[in-house]
């Protein structure tokens, strides 16, 4: 049985990194498909000090632990992770039961610039770092011009964009069967 969850680092209905992470699911082809919401709070010791996590935030770290895989894929801003993401993993990282440990990860990123999201990928990895995720070395997906870079029906117009993503989401269904 295959349950992926797609975490996609912007919150805009149409953005090209829920795009990419759609992509990513529909080349998979998970058994069961989560797509995270990480409209959250800000993280604030004193609010969970004082009243605990909040119920969205300890849904999110219940479906990584449920998740037999993870897409996460990430905007870049201002030359890093989105915060929209960065507060998901700090809020995450408080959770009881490590959700994240030993969990296959596969990271990709959509970015107006030429780089595609490298520096955004970049941070993402080092955030991740402390939560001993299984991360997939590979192929690099990085998706430059991010606007012009779907078609109509929100597929990937670029052939090479396409072979990438089919290379990590093999790479990561195979680590997922471990």
């Not at 998970?30 to 993280?43: F, M």
């Not at 990928?121 to 690099?140: M, N």
């Amino acid at each position: 049985m295959s349950h992926l969850l797609t975490i996609a680092g912007a919150l805009r209905q149409w953005s090209t990194n829920r795009l990419l992470a759609a992509e990513a699911a529909r080349l998979f082809a998970p058994e069961t498909l989560t797509v995270a919401d990480l409209r959250l709070p800000l993280y604030d010791g004193d609010l969970e000090d004082n009243q605990g996590f909040p119920p969205e935030v300890q849904a999110l770290a219940d479906q990584i632990a449920a998740a037999d895989a993870v897409v996460i894929s990430t905007p870049e801003y201002n030359k890093a992770l989105s915060g929209v993401l960065k507060n998901a993993l700090d809020w995450v990282s408080r959770t009881k039961g490590s959700p994240w440990r030993h969990k296959p990860v596969a990271i990709m990123s959509a970015a107006a610039g030429r780089s595609g999201g490298e520096r955004a990928q970049s941070s993402l990895r080092l955030a991740l770092a402390p939560f001993r995720v299984w991360l997939v070395p590979g192929p690099e997906v990085l998706v430059a011009d991010s606007s012009n870079a779907f078609d109509a029906d929100g597929g990937l117009a670029d052939a090479r964009y396409e072979k990438a993503l089919a290379e990590l989401m093999a790479a990561l269904r195979n680590a997922a069967g471990r």
